[in-house]
């Protein structure tokens, strides 16, 4: 059963604190990328990466930090420098046939 | 240069009418362009997508229609169901840049009235 999984659902933190967000997938894409997405509104890309230790900052990177050890994860970290970080996070993989989304986190940070 | 603008914002349609969603782009270098169908909660879905190279593709009831010279294309919804309603986002990408990234439209939420 392949796809992009990504842990948890829903995510609850204290200000000041990082939170990890999982994301996986075994669709044998090289390329993963983090979206963030507010209430009505579209997709800003946060981080992207195209290979295994190697990972470029997107749009919005202030606060935020990935890791890219292995092929299939793509964890993104909430830092306690971002400044709004409650939202809809959105991990993606991509191969010549599109860009894959995964089922998204919601984090609510208070 | 790297924006995609998409209209309208919102949309209600009847059931059984046809939706019609438009987006434009300015970077000429784009040469893929998806569209993505989201429900509440969940993660955006690949509907359907077209190259330049041909102005037209079909898939069920999606219709993209592409003009290169405008720069501008569009998703139509044939016979638009109850179950069509959801944010729809057009993006666009171009191979020659590092990471393929998608630019995405800012969305439009469709309702389809039964």
């Known amino acids: 059963d392949g796809g992009i999984t990504q842990s948890p659902k829903y995510l609850f933190r204290k200000e000041g604190q990082n939170v990890t967000l999982s994301c996986e997938q075994n669709l044998n894409h090289d390329a993963m990328y983090w979206y963030r997405q507010d209430p009505g509104q579209g997709l800003r890309l946060i981080y992207y990466s195209q290979i295994v230790n190697d990972f470029q900052k997107g749009d919005i990177a202030e606060g935020y930090s990935v890791s890219r050890e292995k092929k299939e994860s793509f964890p993104l970290t909430v830092t306690s420098a971002q400044k709004n970080p409650t939202a809809f996070y959105l991990c993606?993989?991509?191969?010549?046939?599109?860009?894959?989304f995964g089922p998204g986190t919601r984090l609510t940070v208070t | 240069q790297q924006q995609v603008k998409q209209s309208p914002q919102s949309l209600i349609v009847q059931k059984g009418g046809i939706s019609i969603i438009n987006c434009a782009y300015e970077n000429t270098a784009f040469d893929y362009f998806p569209w993505y169908q989201q429900f509440p909660g969940k993660g955006p879905a690949l509907l359907i997508a077209i190259r330049p190279d041909v102005s037209e593709k079909k898939e069920g009831r999606f219709t993209i229609s592409f003009n290169k010279s405008a720069k501008q294309f569009s998703l139509h919804i044939m016979d638009s169901q109850p179950g069509d309603s959801a944010t729809y986002f057009c993006a666009a990408s171009s191979a020659r840049e590092y990471g393929n990234k998608l630019v995405f439209g800012a969305g439009t939420i469709l309702r389809v009235k039964s």
């Open positions: 993606a993989s991509s191969s010549h046939l599109g860009q894959y």
